[in-house]
């Protein structure tokens, strides 16, 4: 699909936009006192979720001129391109179907002569019997004894989505059965993962699209290679067949690596790595919680894309969430994007948000290698709540910069706990959820000079302690943090993040940006070791930098 992207700022409602935002000066007390319908006009439901737009910076005359961008780029069109699984990765000439991984199995979907339902869910079969076999015990280690202890060994995409889902899905793991994750290529990381385990029951997944990442082959040799001297073992192929198995596109690698076949789940190059989290790469996730919750997982994110697929564009939340962060990047200068849960469990998600967003959408060029015609990929961040609070969120409050942030909370909590004490009882997640929404109000509202004279404040002190208000968020809440809840939310962020890229006219599932930094790191490798070739033909920096190196090292 190499059509020409629209220019959004050809389009009338571009204009449109630029002239409210010129005169633009939100008042959220005002709009709250004056409509008391904005937040029964601006809340939404999408799957198990209620979205409340309310506190962001739209009015009615925004919300319609972004819903005539939308149109007039063609959002419908290319969701509906993806869905059907045209080309429209079209730096890599490969359809886009992630949506696909999440179809329930009497689904039909033919896409270049492939039957992609029935291929997902024959290998969605294999992983669930294979998770079955290592939480029954019936899958042993060389020496028989049961697997206690999962190692995903994957990078990026690869990592990122099994990691943040194991956290966020803790309450829902099996007893006596761990799971770690090895990513970095900094020898620290494997050595302190793997510190303290027992090699009879550990298990390897090696987690890799390509099965070509630097980090990941080095890693999986450095655990193969613990592995077989722990074990003591003679037979390295008996030993890492037992403990070692495969997730990627590329099982010849896989084969070549000395993992067998038979112990290696496929997916498809029309899965992006940073979409990858519900395909075979989640196979530690699924040994974690189970088949039966993976599939809770799945259709979660089914409901999302049902309802992204569906709904109306005036209701279509992640459609909507969209269309705002590009009112707040391209109108209202805003540069980075908070998302900022109030849940624990979901502490690794805005760093899982960071690769589904920034590598998405950190673009210069669109789909047909012209230059963007506007900013693009916000940086996105954040913390739980509300450690957050008690760091950065000053920032967000008093500062001189626009962050746009996103709050997720939960009804009800993972671990409910009671705080007693001097004769009372207080349900620690109803102080929890009335931070979120204390943070949220203030951000909104926040604190005139007359009201902080009103308390009394000395003069002087005053300005420090006056809020502007007017900060927008977007609040996120849902009944628990559930296997199909995470689906809901993971999806939400997928689809809101195609639709800015759409907009913006880009390929949100190419990464050509991480490719120069590989290459030269092939090359410099070299003159670290000490080859003079190689040295000579680094820059002057690279060069005092090594040669700091090689005089400060020890060994
Ligand atoms: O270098 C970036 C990247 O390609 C990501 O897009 C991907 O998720 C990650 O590397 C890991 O790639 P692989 O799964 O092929 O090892």
Not at 14 to 22: D, I
Not at 392 to 415: K, M, V, W
Request: net charge negative; glycine share 8%; hydrophobic share 45%.
């Amino acid at each position: 699909m190499t059509d020409t992207p629209v220019d959004p700022t050809s389009t009338a409602a571009w204009a449109r936009l630029t002239a409210l935002a010129a005169d633009f000066t939100p008042d959220l007390r005002r709009w709250f006192d004056e409509d008391p319908d904005r937040v029964s006009r601006l809340s939404f439901g999408a799957g198990e979720l209620h979205v409340d737009l309310s506190k962001a910076l739209l009015d009615d005359e925004v919300l319609a001129a972004l819903l005539t961008l939308a149109d007039e780029v063609g959002v419908v069109g290319r969701r509906d391109a993806m869905l059907a699984g045209e080309h429209i990765n079209v730096t890599e000439d490969r359809a886009v179907l992630h949506t696909a991984l999440r179809l329930p199995a009497d689904a039909a979907l033919e896409v270049d002569g492939q039957d992609v339902v029935g291929d997902v869910h024959e290998v969605l079969g294999r992983v669930y019997e294979f998770a079955d076999q290592v939480r029954s015990g019936a899958w042993t280690g060389v020496t028989g004894e049961r697997i206690r202890t999962v190692v995903n060994i994957g990078i990026g995409g690869s990592d990122l989505g099994p990691v943040m889902a194991y956290e966020a899905l803790a309450a829902y793991r099996q007893d006596g059965l761990e799971c770690r994750f090895i990513s970095n290529i900094d020898p620290t990381d494997a050595a302190t993962t793997l510190a303290g385990l027992d090699p009879a029951t550990t298990l390897f997944i090696v987690a890799s699209k390509t099965f070509g990442t630097l980090e990941t082959l080095t890693n999986a040799r450095l655990c193969r290679a613990w592995l077989l001297e722990g074990l003591g073992s003679s037979d390295a192929t008996e030993a890492v067949a037992k403990h070692f198995v495969a997730v990627s596109t590329a099982l010849d690698k896989v084969a070549d690596f000395g993992i067998d076949p038979a112990n290696a789940f496929g997916f498809w190059d029309w899965v992006g790595g940073r979409y990858s989290v519900d395909s075979a790469i989640g196979t530690a996730l699924v040994v974690a919680i189970g088949p039966e919750r993976f599939a809770e997982l799945l259709e979660g994110f089914h409901t999302m894309d049902e309802h992204f697929r569906t709904t109306e564009p005036a209701r279509n939340v992640p459609l909507l969430m969209g269309l705002l962060n590009v009112w707040y990047t391209n109108f209202l200068g805003a540069e980075s994007h908070a998302v900022l849960p109030y849940a624990q469990l979901l502490h690794r998600f805005p760093a899982y948000l960071q690769q589904l967003t920034m590598e998405s959408n950190g673009k210069g060029v669109r789909w047909d290698g012209s230059p963007v015609t506007t900013e693009t990929g916000e940086i996105y961040w954040g913390e739980p709540g509300t450690n957050g609070q008690h760091a950065f969120y000053q920032l967000i409050h008093q500062g001189t910069r626009l962050i746009p942030a996103d709050f997720i909370a939960f009804a009800e909590p993972s671990y409910p706990l009671v705080d007693t004490h001097d004769g009372q009882s207080q349900d620690v997640h109803e102080l929890f959820l009335a931070n979120f929404l204390a943070q949220t109000a203030a951000l909104a509202f926040g604190k005139t000079a007359d009201e902080v004279r009103a308390e009394g404040t000395a003069e002087a002190v005053v300005p420090a302690r006056v809020f502007t208000g007017n900060r927008p968020t977007t609040s996120i809440i849902a009944p628990r943090l559930t296997p199909a809840v995470l689906g809901q939310l993971v999806a939400l962020y997928e689809h809101l993040t195609f639709t800015q890229g759409v907009v913006w006219g880009i390929d949100s599932f190419d990464q050509w940006g991480v490719e120069l930094g590989k290459q030269l790191a092939q090359q410099v490798g070299p003159a670290i070791s000490g080859d003079a070739e190689a040295l000579a033909g680094q820059d002057a920096s690279t060069q005092a930098l090594i040669a700091y190196y090689r005089e400060h090292r020890t060994r």
